[in-house]
Nanobody, 115 residues
Framework: QVQLVESGGGLVQPGGSLRLSCAASGRFFSVYVMGWYRQAPGKQRELVASATSGGTLNYVDPVKGRFTISRDIFKNTVYLQMNSLKPEDTAVYYC?????????WGQGTQVTVSS
C-alpha cells in the first residue's frame, strides 16, 4: 500500500509563492510517474506538472516558467514550487503517483490566491 501526504497550501497574494510537498510512504518503486493536478470549483481536474523516474519533466502551458516540479529521492518526496501566483491558480492541488500496480492520490491541499 502507498500513502501520499500533502502539505504546503495556503492563502497568498497575487505574485506570491508557495511550495507544495507530497511525501510518499510504503513500498519503494523504481519506475513511476508523479504529478500534480489541480481542480477549481466547477471545473474539471487538470494536470499541472509531472516527473518520471527517468527524469522527464512536463508542464502545462499556463504554469510554464512559474512552477517547478522536483523530487527528493532520499526523502521520498515530490515538490511543486509555485512562483508568481495568479488568481486563476486558485484550486485544490492533488499529488498523484502512477506505478505499474496502480494509481494513488494525496488528500489535496487548498491553494488560494487573492486579488
Amino acid at each position: 500500500q502507498v500513502q501520499l501526504v500533502e502539505s504546503g497550501g495556503g492563502l497568498v497574494q497575487p505574485g506570491g509563492s508557495l511550495r507544495l510537498s507530497c511525501a510518499a510512504s510504503g513500498r519503494f518503486f523504481s519506475v513511476y510517474v508523479m504529478g500534480w493536478y489541480r481542480q477549481a470549483p466547477g471545473k474539471q481536474r487538470e494536470l499541472v506538472a509531472s516527473a518520471t523516474s527517468g527524469g522527464t519533466l512536463n508542464y502545462v502551458d499556463p504554469v510554464k516558467g512559474r512552477f517547478t516540479i522536483s523530487r527528493d529521492i532520499f526523502k521520498n518526496t515530490v515538490y511543486l514550487q509555485m512562483n508568481s501566483l495568479k488568481p486563476e491558480d486558485t484550486a485544490v492541488y492533488y499529488c498523484n503517483l502512477k506505478i505499474g500496480g496502480g494509481e494513488y492520490w494525496g488528500q489535496g491541499t487548498q491553494v488560494t490566491v487573492s486579488s
